[in-house]
């Protein structure tokens, strides 16, 4: 008796050609920051690379340097797309000096949310809408109180640099919680200085640990306004 084998083989699957492929989306300055912004958000600031956002758009990273200049161009472009919601929540009424401090204080918070865009700040010049937008808001309202010319210019740095510096200084739960532990030990301190040889910290303990951040920012911002309202021209 013959005992007949028949050999199955598994078909190997045909190749898919390119052109049956789905065409991938075309890449464009607005995708590639909101693929950043995605990795900002799920994986911070430190892993918005041009790699890493090149294999999210599955392409390569020198393709992506056609619409963003370099490292630095892409994180200044990621601050100006989160800042377009602070113009927006500006109060559009009410008076200037009380509209602009809430203007700066929306600015100071959003970057005490993103830590590392603070930091950024410090050395990115943003240039993008929404960083003008802010800009623009600022003078509209310096003119408003009466402001003009070279003190509204540069008092714009400067209102603009204390809440930025102040978050960078305060920002982060794990910065939040040093700088409680350093401020309690800067309270004792101060509580048992030597009046002879610190007298003006001992004369001044109490003001030197009074206040919240709230009533320091809002001091802060009317000392600067002050300040630029009496160099106005």
Not at 44 to 52: D, Q
């Amino acid at each position: 008796m013959f005992v007949i084998v028949c050999a199955v083989t598994s078909a190997k699957p045909a190749p898919i050609s390119r052109r049956e492929r789905p065409a991938k989306p075309a890449l464009t300055r607005q995708g590639i920051i909101d693929v950043a912004l995605a990795i900002m958000r799920d994986e911070g600031l430190h892993k918005v690379t041009m790699r890493r956002i090149a294999a999210a758009l599955d392409t390569g990273p020198a393709s992506l340097y056609v619409y963003v200049h370099n490292t630095g161009d892409l994180h200044a472009q990621i601050l100006d797309a989160l800042l377009g919601p602070v113009v927006a929540a500006a109060p559009p009424a009410g008076g200037w000096r009380d509209r602009l401090k809430a203007l700066l204080t929306g600015y100071q918070e959003l970057l005490v949310q993103h830590p590392e865009i603070a930091r950024m700040a410090m050395s990115t010049q943003p240039s993008g809408p929404n960083y003008l937008a802010l800009v623009e808001a600022v003078l509209a309202l310096l003119s408003e109180g009466g402001v003009s010319g070279q003190a509204a210019a540069w008092g714009l740095d400067l209102l603009l640099l204390y809440p930025t510096a102040s978050a960078v200084e305060h920002s982060g739960p794990a910065q939040a919680e040093r700088k409680a532990d350093e401020l309690s030990a800067l309270a004792t301190s101060i509580a048992t200085a030597d009046a002879g040889r610190y007298p003006q910290i001992v004369r001044l303990g109490g003001h030197l640990t009074s206040g919240d951040g709230g009533a320091r920012r809002d001091w802060a911002f009317d000392v600067l306004l002050d300040g630029i309202l009496a160099r106005t021209a």
